[in-house]
């Protein structure tokens, strides 16, 4: 299972589009009267093509861009051939599927228009290049690159790019993952290891170390915890957020946005088992963010919180007496 790898082999994308559309029915009634009708919904998946990036200096930032998506590690990793800036061998497609483009796979498609945005776990205002920088450095365990580099604007014009196939005048599906139903009870590390050995060991190995290919450049499939593994503070660290990711993706070969294989619940045990730091190393880390305690989502599990609930509450749920509290004090939660 957990095929956090692409499909897609190269570098190049055509991502698969759908339409998806909502139309409300009238009702009659009385003597021939009809109710006003609601205007029709329709939510898209954009189309993106490769072949129409153009042919000039900003087409080869583009071009560039997709190319680190797909292949990070082999040009900014531990041996990059443009510069050793990962800490490990993952590429960022393991997460953002298809370049960015998947819906409901931490879709980019948005990011351009989508920053500056504030920031709870920094606290301010980022630039997008910042988030990219995030990622280098979370779970990619690296260092930043120069927010003027060559790789940094090859980023920033691949999201320029994906983003002009975002209609602008229809709703959009995929941006955002699919939504988890919150169980009533705390997700399992013990129930999700059976589940990980069951559909997800085949590829990412029993004890979570992923299938280095045999170039040694990257990997087939990247390790889920270890020393090479994303570090706490990630999206994917956290229960919820995994197991959102976790529904429309995995298996990789059986699942879809919308036919999951996993339900909720099994996602969220996953994702619990994944993340059980109690059994699971990762990259030591000093600094856990989310400087106002107040914005920190509630499913990540590094104190201090500004709530009654344990660290073993934020880490694993229940989550809805969480919710429950932080509605009645007039709060939002985050997850």
């Known amino acids: 299972m957990l095929k956090i790898q692409d499909l897609v082999t190269g570098g190049f994308l055509m991502a698969t589009a ?36 153009p042919n000039d200096k900003y087409g080869e930032a ?29 590429n960022c497609t393991n997460c953002h599927q298809q370049g960015g483009t998947k819906p409901f796979s931490f879709n980019l498609m948005l990011s351009h228009e989508h920053y500056p945005q504030y920031r709870a776990r920094e606290g301010h205002v980022l630039t997008l ?10 779970p990619h365990n690296g260092r930043p690159l120069p927010l003027d580099s060559k790789e940094m604007v090859a980023f920033l014009s691949y999201f320029r790019w ?8 229809k709703a959009s599906k995929g941006v955002k993952n699919l939504e988890v139903t919150l169980p009533d009870v705390a997700a ?3 129930r999700g290891e059976k589940l990980y050995v069951q559909h997800c060991a085949r590829c990412h190995g029993t ?15 990247p390790p889920l915890w270890g020393r090479y593994g994303y570090q706490p503070g990630s999206s994917m660290h956290r229960v ?11 298996p990789y070969d059986k699942a879809t946005w919308d036919k999951p294989f996993l339900s909720d619940a099994e996602a969220m045990d996953i994702a619990a088992f994944v993340n059980d730091d109690s059994r699971h190393p990762r990259p030591d880390v000093k600094n856990f963010d ?13 104190g201090p919180f500004a709530d009654t609930f344990s660290t073993d509450q934020h880490k694993y749920g229940p989550y809805l007496p969480v919710i429950g509290y932080w509605e009645n004090k007039g709060w939002k939660p985050a997850y």
């Open 18 to 53: 759908a339409i998806v559309f909502y139309s409300c029915q009238s009702n009659v009634k009385g003597a021939g009267k009809e109710e006003k009708k609601e205007p029709v919904v329709t939510a898209l998946l954009p189309i993106v093509d490769s072949a129409a990036i």
């Open 240 to 250: 919820i957020k995994q197991a959102q990711w976790l529904k429309a993706n995995m």
């Open 188 to 190: 399992s590390p013990e």
């Open 62 to 90: 583009v071009r560039y861009g997709q190319e680190l998506m797909y292949n990070t590690a082999y040009y900014i990793g531990p041996e990059g051939i443009n510069g050793k800036y990962l800490g490990n061998k993952m």
């Open 129 to 138: 290049a910042e988030r990219v920088n995030n990622c280098v450095t979370r």
């Open 290 to 302: 989310y400087p106002h305690v107040e914005e920190k989502a509630i499913d990540y599990d590094k």
């Open 207 to 221: 004890e979570g170390e992923g299938q280095l290919r045999n170039d040694n450049i990257t990997y087939t499939y």
């Open 162 to 169: 994906i983003n002009s196939f975002v209609p602008k005048d």
